[in-house]
């Protein structure tokens, strides 16, 4: 019997979901969809919250920003609220409120801190202590204290504020950035301190008042390239205007950071736009404008083994023009500056806001050669050379500056020759190099001072007005406005010997310079020079920007300033250079001895050495004559400075009184009468040769005379002869009856006055 076997049925699960597993699933579903909303809101949330905070952060930044441009207007910062409305409406949908904070913190030399004082509407200090004690902060350290606070509400309505802080001082934003030297106290200090300038050599400060001194860095020639072909790119210094706060320390107040360039440039339309010049407006360099047109010239460096040039070339040549433009220029002296085709130029570049423009250009207005110290292989200025040149700049310009009102043109009555003469500037008239292993350094110096544009002008004419710069405060609030600065140019001069061939002139490329502190140019060595002759070292640099630039004689519109000094070559054996001790006479001839004995001339060793002198005067206060002279170098080569032979004479001349008012005759007999300058020449010596006066016809008027060897005990005679006198010949007064006595008193000019 057959049997029937059952299929066997395998146990399989079957597709799909449990009710359970579903209700899970949809349970876990939701949580995660419920963090993904609330994830979704916070993110949403944040957003708008960051926004809202870069927003108020902007507001607070820009705001900052605009503070720290405060140009002249430092003593104008104040605080500030500023709503919706004042910035425009709302930002972004969100409402903000700014809030700007100044507090003043002035320099207390008790405490030798800082401290908060309260804001005063013309920026002077409070005094402290008991009513009546004398002030106590520091004129002029201090800083002020910003702090812009911006506010608004978040989603859920509460308060939110961001906070931005600076410290500002009144140094000019204009000035620049700090050199390498500078020492910050902190972040953003309000002190900028520096080594003292007095201590660097080859570095002169001018006092321009009330403790504040302006000096130049020495000027660094920076030479690039390598091999032959190097060349020196650009010039940099700085102009400095600080306090000194010790000997070794001091504040700045403001600085200016210069760059000198030359460049190749093409005449060959640029793309872009070029700027206008940087100028000085009265208180500091303003930013550029911006022209609308494309540059003329473009920076051509070349190639090959063309030597390399400055970075600063391409803004140089792009800038550089005047032609089409009014307004300031940048060569405002010169009657036209134009070019064509591959030129050179010379920019002076000044960092302006952080950013290096092109400038208006320098312009040297006095060169000359200053008296050095005696000291081996450093060439400073001695330091009474260092006090006779800061006297002579000063003298300059407050008679142009604070007494004068045409600023950018010499008065026609002032010439640099009589202030010379009154300060010393040409001393020694003579150096005395012996013939043979002696050297000598020179030192060459620069007065420059910008074209005054209208800004400067009335910033200048304004402070005349202040109540606080008359009197003696004048000189020194007008000199602040004053863009000038004096500069040592030993190393950027061109130094050759004037006369004669038996001296050496270093004038050196700096490549073949050491260190960037070696000096190479100035040095004057004899080479078997012949005693008792006259040689010559000379200095000569191009007027603008070119001679800061090391360029020479190759930008045709500038002049070649110059000046000399002579040496007078002496012998190597004796306790002298060149002779023994011993005395010898000078008898006075041909001068009047009766007006009074103390009007014989001073006669004076050249240059003053030890030993040698020409006695000037006794117990009694009169000179006598003959003259007892006592030298080293008796059988050597002698010089002498002969002066104050001129003088004012109080003997009585008639002059004419010029009626310059309406109503009176015009001309009338002046009652009173004036004296006349009493002018003589120094004809002859004997055994001397007798050189040209200088400042001829005034008080100031010397005469230097040289002898090639003088004999022990000989006995001399200088001869003078009386010359043409020079007198005031009218005086003048303005109007009313009477006109005969309205001269009284009032001479128009000093005769004897340079």
């Known amino acids: 019997m057959a049997h029937i076997t059952s299929p066997v049925l395998f146990n399989r699960r079957r597709a799909g979901f449990s009710l359970i597993e579903v209700l899970i699933a949809v349970v876990v579903l939701s949580v995660g969809l419920l963090a993904l909303g609330a994830l979704q809101a916070s993110l949403v949330r944040s957003s708008a919250e960051a926004k809202a905070r870069a927003g108020a952060l902007s507001l607070a930044e820009d705001r900052l920003e605009r503070m720290r441009s405060f140009g002249d207007n430092y003593h104008g910062l104040t605080g500030t609220t500023e709503t919706t409305a004042d910035l425009g409406g709302t930002i972004s949908g969100v409402d903000y409120t700014r809030r700007t904070t100044v507090q003043r913190y002035a320099y207390d030399r008790v405490s030798d801190a ?7 509407a013309n920026g002077s200090l409070p005094a402290m202590g008991a009513a009546g004690a004398a002030p106590q902060w520091a004129s002029g350290v201090e800083f002020k204290r910003i702090e812009v606070a911006v506010s608004w509400a978040d989603a859920q309505g509460g308060n939110r504020t961001v906070r931005v802080t600076d410290s500002l001082s009144s140094v000019s934003p204009g000035s620049g950035l700090p050199a390498t030297s500078v020492t910050r106290v902190g ?34 020639p920076e030479v690039a390239g390598q091999g032959n072909n190097q060349a020196v790119i650009e010039t940099r210094f700085e102009v400095l205007t600080y306090q000194g706060i010790s000997s070794d320390l001091a504040q700045v107040q403001a600085r200016v950071e210069t760059i000198v360039v030359g460049c190749t440039c093409d005449k060959t339309t640029g793309t872009g736009n070029g700027y206008r010049p940087t100028f000085w407006n009265g208180t500091h360099y303003v930013a550029p404008e911006l022209t609308t047109v494309a540059p003329p010239a473009v920076h051509n460096p070349g190639g090959g083994n063309a030597p390399p040039q400055s970075s600063h070339c391409t803004a140089c040549c792009r800038d550089h023009h005047d032609s089409g433009f009014s307004g300031p220029k940048f060569s405002p002296r010169r009657a036209s500056h134009n070019h064509t085709g591959t030129y050179t130029e010379a920019c002076r570049m000044i960092r302006v806001d952080g950013i290096v423009h092109t400038a ?8 000359n050669l200053l008296a050095t110290a005696d000291d081996g292989d450093l060439p400073p200025p001695s330091t009474t050379a260092s006090g006779n040149y800061e006297s002579f700049v000063l003298r300059y310009l407050g008679d142009r500056m604070v007494s004068g009102t045409g600023y950018n043109t010499l008065p026609a009555d002032l010439t640099v020759d009589g202030y010379e003469i009154q300060y010393n500037i040409n001393e020694p008239l003579q150096i005395q190099l012996e013939a043979s292993g002696d050297f000598k350094w020179l030192h060459s110096r620069g007065l420059y ?34 863009p000038f600065t004096s500069i040592n140019l030993t190393e950027l001069s061109n130094w050759t010997p004037a006369v004669g061939n038996q001296i050496v002139v270093t004038n050196n490329d700096f490549r073949q310079s050491l260190t960037s502190t070696d000096p190479v140019r100035g040095r004057v060595a004899s080479v078997a020079a012949t005693a008792g002759t006259t040689q010559q070292g000379a200095a000569s640099i191009m007027n603008s920007n070119a001679g800061v630039a090391l360029i020479l004689n190759e930008i045709n519109d500038e002049v070649v300033l110059g000046d000399a000094q002579p040496f007078l070559i002496t012998g190597s054996s004796g306790p002298g ?23 014989l001339p001073a006669i004076l060793f050249d240059p003053a050495v030890s030993g040698n002198i020409c006695n000037h005067a006794t117990s009694g206060g009169s000179r006598p004559n003959p003259y007892s002279c006592s030298t080293t170098n008796i059988g050597g080569a002698i010089a002498l400075s002969v002066r104050n032979y001129n003088f004012l004479d109080s003997a009585q001349y008639s002059l004419t009184c010029t009626n310059s008012g309406a109503g009176s005759p015009a001309s009338v007999s002046c009652n009173n009468n004036f004296p006349v300058c009493r002018n003589f020449a120094l004809q002859s010596v004997t055994g001397g040769t007798v050189g040209a006066p200088t400042n001829n016809g005034f008080a100031t008027e010397a005469t230097g005379v040289s002898f090639t060897s003088v004999a022990d005990a000989a006995s001399l ?18 109007s009313g009856n009477n006109d005969s006595q309205r001269c009284n008193g009032a001479i128009t000019n000093d005769p004897c006055s340079p």
């Open 114 to 120: 800082f401290v908060a004082v309260a804001s005063t």
């Open 187 to 220: 972040a953003r200090s309000p002190r900028v301190l520096i080594n003292n300038p007095e201590n660097i050599p080859g570095v002169i400060p001018i006092a321009i008042g009330d403790g504040t001194d302006t000096a130049a860095t020495n000027p660094r």
């Open 360 to 367: 208006a250009d320098m312009s040297n207005d006095y060169f």
């Open 449 to 482: 001072i910008d074209f005054l544009e209208a800004d400067a002008i009335t910033s200048i004419n304004n402070a005349k007005t202040l109540t606080n710069c008359q009197g003696s405060a004048l000189e020194g609030c007008v000199l602040r406005r004053v």
């Open 577 to 599: 250079p060149g002779g023994t001790a011993g005395t010898f006479g000078i008898t006075i001839a041909g001068y009047p001895l009766s007006i009074s004995a103390n009007r």
């Open 717 to 734: 005679t200088m001869t003078f002869a009386e010359e043409a006198a020079t007198r005031a010949t009218t005086c003048s007064f303005s």
